[in-house]
């Protein structure tokens, strides 16, 4: 093969990489990352729970910010834990399908997406609740946030609207800090979705003490800038949070 058409090849895999993982493109469907017009609000989003270990206590802080927020929920966590995904639809939080066991929904078939998120919202609604909604769709993550055109079909056709974000905190590396996951997350401005974890996909009760530190470091600072902490579906009530593809600090985790 010439070297021109290796070089070619690479650069259509970067494409289709790049389009496919950085959570703010847009290019292969609309998604909610952001909304722009939003004002100062913002909404912190948190994946891969309900943990017994830190979701509570998450809530508390939530609650002592007068803050709400977004938590997609596993669906084999929430069937372990039903009253932590009543609590947190109790508290006013938004909820949303984040599939049953975290896969790469990139590799899975249409039938096996849907798969994926039938048995997350089994597992949620027979703990008595519902995922929230935008414009009758429910919310839902994709795991990593990796997708294709046929991945985001695939979740549209099943009833959802997926939801990316703006900002990540980065929160999964092993070896960062409370402090490096806030320095991060303060980069929010109007509009942007930030991501961080009260769990993880591997385990039940994982330690997440430094997100929940950074979270209240970023609810104490940015809220004594004026800004307020809301859902996703009170995010995107203003123009549907649906925005241009924009540079920001957003590697999916």
Not at 178 to 196: N, S
Request: include cysteine; charged fraction near 25%.
């Amino acid at each position: 093969m010439r070297a021109g058409a290796v070089l070619g090849l690479g650069a259509a895999a970067g494409f289709a990489y790049y389009h496919g993982q950085v959570p703010t493109s847009q290019l292969y469907g609309r998604t909610i990352c952001r909304a722009p017009d939003a004002g100062r609000r913002i909404a912190l989003t948190f994946d891969d729970g309900p943990n017994p270990r830190c979701t509570p206590a998450l809530m508390e802080l939530l609650r002592r910010y007068d803050a709400h927020a977004t938590f997609f929920l596993i669906g084999r966590w929430a069937e372990r834990e039903p009253e932590l995904v009543r609590e947190l639809a109790a508290a006013g939080h938004a909820l949303g399908d984040h599939t049953w066991s975290h896969p790469t929904l990139a590799l899975r078939s249409s039938a096996a997406v849907k798969e994926e998120l039938k048995r997350c919202r089994a597992a949620v609604e027979a703990a008595g609740v519902t995922f929230s909604e935008v414009d009758g769709a429910a919310l839902m993550r994709p795991p990593w946030g990796r997708r294709r055109p046929g991945t985001l079909r695939a979740i549209r056709s099943a009833g959802y609207v997926p939801v990316l974000w703006s900002i990540t905190g980065w929160d999964w590396l092993e070896h960062t800090t409370a402090d490096a996951i806030a320095r991060r997350g303060l980069k929010a401005r109007d509009g942007d979705v930030i991501l961080l974890h009260d769990g993880i996909h591997t385990e039940p009760d994982f330690d997440r003490s430094r997100s929940l530190e950074a979270a209240e470091e970023i609810l104490r600072r940015l809220g004594a800038e004026g800004y307020r902490f809301v859902t996703v579906p009170e995010l995107a009530d203003r123009d549907r949070g649906l925005a241009p593809p924009v540079p920001r600090d957003t590697w999916p985790v």
